[in-house]
T-cell receptor, first 115, second 113 residues
């Protein structure tokens, strides 16, 4: 069975600095998708960025980028120029491209932005 | 605009009562999901449904029930058998085998009083 691990329960960063959140996963599949979701204090889950495993190029969305290392089964999220509005829980998730619909979730990392 | 609507936003339940949380989507998504989230924790899957009139238990289905009579609707009933129902409940939907992940509702906060 697939698993997703986020080893950092909490991270803090100074406003305008860069922070990297870690995520590792375990799977025997070769075709899958990876996601980072953000859950701010409002508790609305928001998709931040996604990556298809067959793509070697790392996904980027404005200040958010990933470092996808398929062989190492690592999928870290880098947030550049951190802003106060980035404070949230961040969840990493895995989805098979071939089997069922379900997302497999990590436990989350709480990101604190220091002004 | 398409999306998922969860209601109510806040719900209070007395001991021994059944309560139903509503989840409606107009995205024409096939699959729908219910998650429970406890404070400072991740998401735990309660039930999911891939098609109308069919649903499957997730990791923590005991004390909960669902129905999927319409594609748009996936209500969750928290029964009196659920001993610790106070939590935040999230509904989500997705397209079959889509690379786009899930779309989430805004959640329902259930409190036992």
């Amino acid at each position: 069975a697939q698993t997703v691990t986020q080893s950092q329960p909490e991270m803090s960063v100074q406003e305008a600095e860069t922070v990297t959140l870690s995520c590792t996963y375990d799977t025997s599949e070769s075709d899958y998708y990876l996601f980072w979701y953000k859950q701010p204090p409002s508790r609305q889950m928001i998709l931040v960025i996604r990556q298809e495993a067959y793509k070697q190029q790392n996904a980027t969305e404005n200040r958010f980028s990933v470092n996808f290392q398929k062989a190492a089964k690592s999928f870290s999220l880098k947030i550049s120029d951190s802003q106060l509005g980035d404070a949230a829980m961040y969840f990493c998730a895995y989805r098979s491209a071939n089997s069922n619909y379900q997302l497999i979730w990590g436990a989350g990392t709480k990101l604190i932005i220091k002004p | 605009d398409g999306g998922i609507t969860q209601s109510p936003k806040y719900l209070f339940r007395k001991e021994g009562q059944n309560v139903t949380l509503s989840c409606e989507q107009n995205l024409n998504h096939d699959a729908m999901y219910w998650y429970r989230q406890d404070p400072g924790q991740g998401l735990r899957l309660i039930y999911y449904s891939q098609i109308v009139n069919d649903f499957q238990k997730g990791d923590i289905a005991e004390g909960y029930s669902v129905s999927r009579e319409k594609k748009e609707s996936f209500p969750l009933t928290v029964t009196s058998a659920q001993k610790n129902p106070t939590a935040f409940y999230l509904c989500a939907s997705s397209i079959d085998l889509s690379p786009y992940g899930y779309t989430f509702g805004s959640g329902t906060r259930l409190t036992v009083v």
